[in-house]
């Protein structure tokens, strides 16, 4: 996972900072998807992919702050940017079909 090869370098004192915090956001995106995806009420699948939603829009502010730091250089923030909007893409179109 993409996330946690970035914050390996991050600084020790960022552990339980914005290294857990954005680890965090970023699973969270993939087990919400997991979960909506095994539920069978449409309403239930739509609820876990809006919460992945919040989640990834959370991993994306953690992301610039990251940048804002320097905590990743310009290649890693664009690699991240391009993972967050492909997923985001990939979830609207879930969520979308979901909602017809």
Do not use: D, P
Request: some cysteine; hydrophobic content about 35%.
């Amino acid at each position: 996972m993409f996330v946690y090869s970035i914050t390996k370098k991050f600084l020790i004192e960022e552990k339980f900072g914005i290294t857990s915090q954005i680890r965090k956001s970023s699973c969270s995106v993939l087990a919400n998807i997991a979960e909506g995806n095994s539920r069978q009420h449409k309403k239930n699948r739509y609820n876990f992919f809006n919460i992945a939603q919040g989640s990834l829009v959370e991993t994306n502010c953690f992301i610039e702050i990251c940048k804002e730091l320097k905590y990743i250089n310009q290649e890693e923030y664009e690699k991240a940017l391009e993972l967050i909007n492909k997923t985001a893409f990939l979830l609207w179109k879930t969520m979308s079909r979901e909602n017809s």
